[in-house]
């Protein structure tokens, strides 16, 4: 996998937005000489057109992103990914209209844009098509060796053996006698050299996932692996840069201290997230209020009570704060004085309610935090302070969370669908941990380009 900054991004997914970047800008290149050979005019030199091809490209790859065109359904599916493709162009051409309305010079003529949007669908779709039909060939799949044979191996199968994961699992090695879970594993006496058996295999990675490593870590062994150039990892790093989520089960405090990360303190990313929260929450407030008037008369007309709500959260460091969001539900939801967690279908809600909360038109107000400097654009979702004090009794590392601000949209948000248990807050502990053990700009540019998915296609919106 390539680490950009400090984000994983398996090999096969960079090269295809490479070569994907490069058909969009064949295809604004081939637009232009069309368009002059219909005109009747010379297309001239590329270095004077580089802007706008530009443009046009940045656009699309950004828009293809947006939809969720290199996530593993859309790598899988061609009926998916056809799907999204169209989504993403229809996008693209919005953005472009709105750059060519603001800057007409950085962006193709509109009949160049027309065909160079018809190229584009064309190129795309082959590309996709070669893609689905040998995403599941070897040569696609890391192939990967594990050291251990018990319940943590086990969860690494199950990991390989999900669709899309990218994954081979060369084999496993016994490291102890009690490690009997699979079956298959060949015993550790079985083997000569460790380094030899992951070479003979074909294997790139070693992977440790033995139940107890005290007393039995084969030190020597493994730095014979390294020198072979075959790459070796603990479980839990394993697992965080194949999930996207720090996972509780394998983490222990020592792994969280010495690893790299948590650094969203740094004084030049603290600034720079500011002045973006800034400027994107004036944007939204501006551009949104339309839509924050209408669904609030809407509201007034469905059900009786205020338009607005005020609620506390927890936020950063643990203080709390309010949250306003325009009302969703009955005024006696919580009518016993209780905090209770949303659920599917959730009875409560009114009928538009239920609409302004699946375009996620409630959330707008919450801009005015996000200006105030109390939540951020991207961070972990802010909740109550009945459920803090629940989940930190229940969940190892829950108070870590409130390291970084909360935010309008994160990394659970756009991963996970909408957490109303224990459970499911567990699993989103592990994406916010990810995100604020992992932040950068390019991790926040990527879930706000998510974000955009999960409008469009609200698979966990209540």
Request: charged share 20%; net charge neutral.
């Amino acid at each position: 996998m390539f680490r950009l900054f400090k984000h994983y991004v398996p090999h096969a997914v960079v090269w295809l937005a490479l070569i994907e970047f490069f058909a969009l800008l064949g295809s604004a290149e081939g637009a232009w000489h069309l368009y002059a050979h219909q005109a009747g005019f010379d297309a001239g030199e590329l270095a004077d057109r580089w802007l706008p091809l530009l443009t046009f490209a940045v656009s699309n790859a950004l828009a293809m992103m947006a939809v969720g065109m290199y996530g593993t359904e859309a790598l899988r599916s061609m009926g998916f990914a056809t799907a999204r493709l169209l989504a993403a162009i229809s996008l693209g051409v919005i953005f472009l209209s709105l750059t060519g309305f603001l800057l007409p010079n950085v962006t193709l003529w509109r009949a160049n844009s027309i065909y160079a949007m018809g190229f584009a669908i064309a190129l795309l779709f082959l590309i996709r098509l070669a893609v689905t039909q040998t995403a599941g060939a070897d040569q696609f799949r890391r192939r990967i060796l594990i050291l251990g044979a018990g319940p943590r191996a086990a969860r690494l199968r199950v990991l390989a053996d999900e669709p899309g994961s990218g994954l081979t699992i060369t084999g496993y090695v016994a490291m102890a006698d009690g490690e009997t879970v699979i079956a298959d594993a060949v015993p550790r006496g079985d083997v000569a050299s460790l380094a030899d058996h992951a070479v003979a295999l074909g294997a790139g990675e070693v992977v440790l996932a033995m139940e107890e490593r005290r007393g039995s870590l084969p030190l020597a062994d493994l730095l014979r692996v390294k020198t072979t150039g075959v790459h070796v990892n603990d479980i839990a790093s394993f697992l965080e840069r194949e999930t996207g989520r720090v996972d509780l089960a394998t983490t222990n405090p020592s792994f969280l201290i010495f690893s790299d990360g948590f650094s969203a303190g740094q004084r030049i990313g603290k600034v720079s997230k500011r002045l973006f929260d800034i400027f994107a929450s004036l944007l939204v407030l501006v551009i949104g209020l339309p839509l924050i008037v209408i669904a609030g008369i809407a509201v007034r007309i469905d059900s009786k009570g205020p338009i607005f709500y005020r609620q506390p959260r927890v936020g950063l460091f643990g203080e709390t704060y309010n949250i306003v969001k325009i009302r969703s539900m009955r005024t006696d939801a919580e009518a016993a004085g209780k905090a209770v967690w949303a659920s599917a279908n959730d009875p409560r809600i009114t009928r538009v309610g239920n609409i302004i909360r699946k375009l996620r038109i409630d959330e707008l107000p919450q801009t005015w935090c996000v200006l105030k400097g109390e939540m951020s654009f991207v961070g972990p979702r802010p909740e109550r302070p009945s459920f803090v004090e629940e989940l930190t009794e229940e969940l190892p590392y829950y108070a870590e969370r409130h390291m970084v601000k909360p935010g309008l949209t994160g990394w659970a948000q756009i991963n996970y669908p909408y957490g109303a248990s224990v459970e499911d807050a567990r699993v989103k502990l592990e994406y916010d941990l990810y995100y604020a053990k992992n932040y950068s700009p390019f991790l926040d540019l990527l879930i706000l380009l998510q974000t955009v998915r999960v409008v469009l296609w609200p698979e966990g919106a209540r």
